[in-house]
T-cell receptor, first 110, second 115 residues
Framework: GEDVEQSLFLSVREGDSSVINCTYT??????LYWYKQEPGAGLQLLTY?????DMKQDQRLTVLLNKKDKHLSLRIADTQTGDSAIYFC??????????FGAGTRLAVHP | EAGVAQSPRYKIIEKRQSVAFWCNPI?????LYWYQQILGQGPKLLIQ????????DSQLPKDRFSAERLKGVDSTLKIQPAKLEDSAVYLC?????????????FGSGTRLTVV
């Protein structure tokens, strides 16, 4: 079956880079996504990458996709306190059903 | 562009009662999704509509949950009767089509507490 796994927690110092990792089991994905969820809010789309790409950069965000290892990462440069949130990795599968991991809680400390 | 609207924002009910949630997707979005997010977990897809037809409802507990999207626009999700383990945030999302290229837009969710 389809599965998406993420590490549950990451703590970084303000100004450092954060790297959030995700692995998935099904290689039939079309798109892979990173969503951000702040307390009491819905999910906000941060960025996505098409499955035939290796990398995508969008301002402070860099997404790397290793199709061979089925590994996706999100790098946030110059992490700020406002980046503290839960980050969800998602993949679209059959009929573009969007499957999520359990989320990585990013804590940014001074 | 208006976002995905959901109501109510919060709901507290007793177990065995019924409850309904409403979702209005982004105008023109053909695909609509309902997700259940239990505290500390990622969202789990309950049901996916394409226009007014069901694409996937394999994770929907059909003995107590039902959903409809009669005119291919608004959707309602109902739970009857509710159980304690149904306490969660129910998220509605929509996308332009099945392609997913423009991503999936989520509403703010309905937080359900069953006591």
């Amino acid at each position: 079956g389809e599965d998406v796994e993420q590490s549950l927690f990451l703590s970084v110092r303000e100004g450092d880079s954060s790297v959030i990792n995700c692995t998935y089991t099904d290689s039939s994905s079309t798109y892979l996504y990173w969503y951000k969820q702040e307390p009491g809010a819905g999910l906000q789309l941060l960025t996505y990458i098409f499955s035939n790409m290796d990398m995508k950069q969008d301002q402070r965000l860099t997404v790397l996709l290793n199709k061979k290892d089925k590994h996706l990462s999100l790098r946030i440069a110059d992490t700020q306190t406002g980046d503290s949130a839960i980050y969800f990795c998602g993949k679209s599968g059959g009929y573009n059903k969007l499957i999520f991991g359990a989320g990585t809680r990013l804590a940014v400390h001074p | 562009e208006a976002g995905v609207a959901q109501s109510p924002r919060y709901k507290i009910i007793e177990k065995r009662q019924s409850v309904a949630f409403w979702c209005n997707p982004i105008s023109g979005h053909a695909t609509l999704y309902w997700y259940q997010q239990i505290l500390g977990q990622g969202p789990k897809l309950l049901i996916q509509f394409q226009n007014n037809g069901v694409v996937d409802d394999s994770q929907l507990p059909k003995d107590r949950f039902s959903a409809e999207r009669l005119k291919g626009v608004d959707s309602t999700l109902k739970i009857q009767p509710a159980k304690l383990e149904d306490s969660a945030v129910y998220l509605c999302a929509s996308s332009l089509d099945l392609g997913g290229r423009d991503g999936y837009t989520f509403g703010s969710g309905t937080r359900l507490t069953v006591v």
